[in-house]
């Protein structure tokens, strides 16, 4: 298929333009409704009136969210445990990965294995026992608590994720380098850590936004509103028959600006990361 | 609470804190729902709130699980005989059911339905069923006779069966009998005057007077657009609907049943104070205070002022009748006829019963006499299920005795193993560094959760049995296999593995397909790249709840190009129109939501993956003039192998327990509980019926199946082996 090396016959280029502009449409076309709610004025999630911006539109329900709603600190909240979550997850997965990829040691496929049933457990039935444990360690209402548990849900995929890409890098590099006097740690940190990038940041993406969107088990840990998250924050906008959805809307869209800034940030190294060509010449 | 409720709420604790100056509240506002789920949990563990808040209807759940307080010995008789006797909540004491528990005090009534009229459409409030037939006939107007009328006469929730009692009662008939057995409600869903209420509401349905689908939020819309001339709502939206431009709304009380004579009198239910076991010594003393202070004259009266609430207090609801506002009048009036909402745990299972068999009729799906008799049978089976917990049997002692073999062997195997670590530990030791505190991290979180739920699994936990469980055998395993309910779980389990299988393939092949037109040069990759990934950014739960409105029949774009590309398909392609009131349509719904919500997540781990391809392999293969399907298929796929291999084991593992986007976008398993897969009917036996053993048992299984699936699928794609 299409190597950067190739020249595409306009017939591809053509293709490849239409298939990327249909499916933006189509992830936009929900997100629409979205804005739409956020700027419908008396707080309606449906309507027959097909337009983007309704009528009366207001930007009333943005600015209640910073005026009567500590949204900035449930923003900077998130922020603080996602960071943590995206910068342990990160550390402790290549670390791993790298071992679980390279190192053929005692337990290491029944490890592999039992990390990832760790995965197949329906979590909502995880929820009353955790909590018990969670008050039994007196880390209710502390943030190392909910940090500890999104990490350790985040890491079975990301172990797996990282190990898969040290395995597509040669050995060979590494045993090069040995060669020329590097210890194994620094053939893993100077050879073989920067060209997994890519999967640095696909683990990096997905430890933060499972911190950053996660609910049931924030709600189960923090009490305190001073120290609520933002799914936290959003979920308050919420009764059984009387949602603000106008804020809940509005705040979700602005709760999807950090995502998309750490994706525009981490893309750079999605896309180019260093090639194995472009270290070996 | 109503909007402003919390604000006024606040204001008096603020008061409160002022009076007493060495007490502090801290106050958590929770979802009636989820406080419920909270308060069990804070139970088990002695911790909690010292004050709850809330609708009467829970109390028994809480009394039954023992969450709370006798109030008895802190309010004497003469301080509450100002209220109204339907706020003071009591129920039989737990041990000595000759005496009751004082265990409520309300501070306010509502959660009754009126009837909500447009005054454009409708001058004045119809005083009788026939009258309101005639007004919803009038006002229901299809000026372009496409058979979709524009606009309708009358429109409810008919979601939910809370909003047909008032049908019910103004035909005489209630969810339980007058006469209780053993001091229990019995269930009476299946009588001549509730074939008769349901009769009349699927006629106003066949007559072609309601909108094909409305949820709560949709009957609203129609009514706030001016699409439709009276609304059933109840008290906590009158005053959004009062102050909407564009319509002329206002509240009068429901009509009289003409064949009856009867009221429609929906349900009423105070909501106030109740005292927790978690409290005790100062912080007991300061909650009582609280509650007094909370139902005070002074409190009732500035709730009644600022929010126009319906006090408990009689002499504050006479000065509320002397303010002369129309929504309160009407308020007070239909709470006069309203019938007070039993707090019996059995309430519950009326609701869960009920719900399913009304969704049906009301699609056309059951007759009435069907709908009774289905939620007749159904509201007996679950109340048994309720109340009696799984009994002990034979295997309870193999079980104990096969526990602690385990826990032996585990022991042994731990030993094991710790042994040939260390043998290995100084050839490996930078691996067993790496290694270590990832492991550490991820079992502390796990193994004491998954041992607990192994034993419960085993055990009679549940509604009755919340403190003082045991372990009673296999009862639960044996009830999912063969009991009365097997039936329902292979069904289940059948439609979970084809959500799974259908999500996994289209997360996976559009991924790729995605990655792949995104890797090369193109014009306008980052664009592009950003824009995809927009469905992974936005918080999942409000775009499955837009999507669920995209599927209305009434209102959504989805619906509605189904609707216009049906024009071009051929008859044996026909999209449905109708999604969400049909089982078929309601779970394709659900799939396409999660394939939506699913895709952008496969392709950034694709177009990672194709950034680890060496270039020399296409060039060489290009030298060797191998065409670009040569290349994709034996250069690329066996390249992307590895890494697509762990997200496509995990997204199906996640795909399968996948709770949150079937329970949204089908609310719940709408329509009658057709939509389930396994997860969502685990949490609902769970959570509805407090089957804690039964849930147990059931994840359990969940999990052996997955991990038996992949276990092969990992060996059989043996991802466990490197490159080496």
Redesign the interface.
């Known amino acids: 298929m299409p190597s950067p090396s190739q020249r595409d016959p306009l017939y591809l280029k053509l293709l490849r333009h239409a298939v990327l502009l249909l499916f933006v449409a189509i992830a936009l076309w929900p997100v629409m409704d979205v804005v739409s709610i956020s700027l419908r004025p008396g707080n309606q999630l449906r309507t027959t009136q097909w337009r983007l911006i309704p009528e009366g539109a207001t930007f009333e329900s943005y600015a209640a969210l910073f005026r009567d709603h500590p949204f900035l600190r449930w923003v900077w909240n998130s922020l603080v445990v996602s960071a943590a979550v995206t910068v342990t997850g990160v550390a402790l997965a290549s670390l791993s990965g790298y071992a679980f990829s390279r190192c053929r040691f005692v337990g290491r496929r029944a490890l592999m294995l039992a990390v990832l049933t760790t995965q197949m457990f329906p979590a909502t039935m995880l929820l009353l026992p955790l909590y018990v444990m969670i008050a039994w360690l007196g880390l209710l209402d502390t943030y190392l608590g909910l940090v500890a548990f999104y990490v350790s849900t985040a890491l079975p995929f990301c172990v797996w994720q990282m190990k898969g890409f040290y395995d597509t890098i040669p050995p060979a590099l590494e045993e090069a380098a040995r060669m020329d006097g590097c210890s194994q740690w620094q053939a893993f940190y100077r050879v073989v850590l920067p060209l997994a990038a890519p999967g640095l940041v696909i683990t990096a993406l997905f430890s933060f936004l499972s911190a950053w969107s996660e609910y049931l088990v924030a709600a189960q840990v923090l009490q305190n509103e001073e120290m609520f998250t933002l799914p936290l924050g959003l979920k308050s906008f919420q009764a059984s028959m009387s949602t603000q959805w106008g804020l809940y809307a509005a705040a979700s869209l602005l709760v999807s600006v950090p995502v998309v800034v750490v994706f525009l940030v981490l893309s750079r190294y999605l896309v180019s990361g260093m090639t194995l060509g472009s270290v070996k010449e | ?3 402003g409720d919390a604000e006024v709420l606040e204001a008096r604790i603020a008061a409160f804190e002022q009076q007493h100056p060495r007490v502090r509240v ?1 106050s ?2 929770k ?4 406080l419920r ?2 308060l ?2 804070a139970v ?2 002695g ?1 909690g709130p010292d004050v709850v808040f809330g609708p009467s209807d829970v109390i028994g759940v809480y009394h039954t699980i023992g969450a709370l307080r006798d109030l008895a010995e802190f309010f004497t008789a003469e301080e509450l005989a100002d209220f109204d006797p339907r706020a003071v909540v009591s129920l039989p004491a737990k041990e000595s059911p000759d005496r009751d528990n004082l265990l409520m005090l309300g501070d306010r009534f509502g959660n009754h339905l009126a009837l909500v009229y447009d005054r454009r459409r409708v001058p004045s409030a119809p005083k009788s069923t026939d009258e309101l037939v005639a007004l919803a006939e009038a006002n229901t107007i299809d000026a372009d006779s496409d058979g979709r009328p524009e606009r309708y006469g009358l429109v409810w929730n008919y979601r939910e069966p809370f909003f047909a009692v008032p049908f019910l009662t103004g035909y005489g008939a209630w969810v339980f009998a007058d006469k209780r057995e053993d001091g229990r409600p019995v269930p009476t869903l299946d009588t001549p005057e509730s074939v008769a209420a349901y009769r009349f509401v699927s006629g106003l349905r066949e007559k072609g007077l309601l909108p094909r689908s409305a949820d ?3 009957a ?3 009514f ?2 001016g ?1 439709v001339a009276m609304l059933i709502d ?1 008290d ?2 009158w005053q ?1 609907y009062a102050s ?2 564009g319509i002329d709304a206002a509240v009068a009380p429901l009509p009289v049943v003409s064949e009856t004579g009867l009221p429609m009198a929906p349900m009423v239910a105070p909501r106030g104070y109740s005292l927790t076991v978690a409290s005790a010594g100062a912080g007991r003393d300061a909650g009582v205070d609280l509650i007094r202070f909370l139902i005070n004259e002074d409190s009732q009266r500035i709730a009644l002022e600022e929010q126009r609430t319906v006090p408990s207090r009689l002499s504050v609801r006479a000065e509320a009748r002397e303010l002369n506002d129309p929504i309160l009048t009407a308020s007070l009036a239909q709470l006069e006829v309203g019938r007070l909402m039993p707090t019996d745990v059995e309430l519950r299972v009326i609701w869960d019963s009920m719900r399913p068999h009304y969704q049906s009729l009301m699609a056309g799906r059951m007759t009435p006499e069907q709908a009774a008799a289905a939620m007749q049978a159904e509201a007996v089976s679950n109340i048994q299920r309720l109340l009696v917990p799984v009994a002990k049997d034979w295997s309870a002692l193999p079980v104990k005795v096969m526990g602690v073999a385990s826990l032996a062997a585990l022991a042994i195997a731990a030993v094991w ?1 710790a042994v ?2 260390t ?2 530990f100084s ?2 030791r ?3 560094l ?2 270590a ?3 550490a ?6 193994l ?3 041992a ?2 192994i034993v419960l699994s085993f055990s009679n936990m549940s509604l009755s049995r919340f403190h003082d469980w045991e372990v009673v055998g296999v009862g639960n395993y044996a009830d999912i296999f063969f009991g009365r309910q097997s039936g329902a779980f292979w069904g289940v389990l059948g439609k979970t593995i084809a959500w799974t299988v259908i999500n996994v393939f289209f997360h996976v092949t ?1 991924g790729v ?2 990655a ?8 306008g ?2 664009i ?16 499955a ?3 669920r ?2 599927f ?1 029949a ?2 959504g ?1 989805a619906s509605q190009l189904a609707t216009a590309v049906n024009r071009w398909l051929p008859g044996f392609l026909q999209l449905p129109e109708v999604w969400l009131t049909e089982p078929g349509p309601a779970f394709a719904a659900c799939i396409i939501a999660n394939v ?1 919500l699913g ?3 496969m392709m ?2 694709a ?3 194709l ?6 392999l ?2 060489a293969a ?1 030298i060797d003039r191998a065409s ?2 040569q ?2 298929w034996n250069i ?1 796929v066996p ?1 992307l192998r ?6 496509v ?2 997204g199906a ?2 795909t399968f ?1 996948n ?1 949150n986007i079937v329970w949204l976008v089908s609310n719940g398993g709408e329509p009658s509980d057709k939509t389930h897969i ?2 969502s009917y ?2 609902k036996a ?1 959570f509805n019926l407090y089957q ?1 053993g039964y ?2 048992a059931l ?1 359990m299984v ?2 052996g199946m ?2 038996g699936f ?2 092969l699928f ?1 060996s059989r794609t043996r991802a ?1 082996e ?3």
Request: glycine share 6%; hydrophobic share 50%.
């Open positions: 609470m109503r909007p801290r958590l506002y979802e009636t729902e989820e789920s909270g069990e949990s088990l563990v911790r709560y939020e949709g609203a819309s129609l706030l657009e699409k109840g906590w939206s959004k909407a431009p193993v040939r670590v043998r290995d050839r490996n930078l691996a067993y790496f290694v505190p990832s492991v991290l991820i079992f502390a979180t796990v004491f959760p998954l607990y739920n559009l397909m995605l792949l037109a995104l890797n090369g040069p193109i014009r990759k980052p592009y790249r950003l824009l995809l990934v927009i469905p992974w950014a936005v918080p999942a739960y409000i775009t709840l837009t999507w409105g995209m209305d009434e209102f774009s939506w895709f952008p997540f950034i781990v177009l990672g993956g950034q680890g391809i060496p270039q020399e296409y060039e290009t670009r399907w290349q994709f690329t390249m590895p890494v697509m291999l762990p997200a084991t995990l593992v996640w327990n709770l396994l997860v685990v949490y769970v804690y849930g147990a994840s969940i999990f997955l991990l992949s276990m990992l466990t490197g490159v080496t």
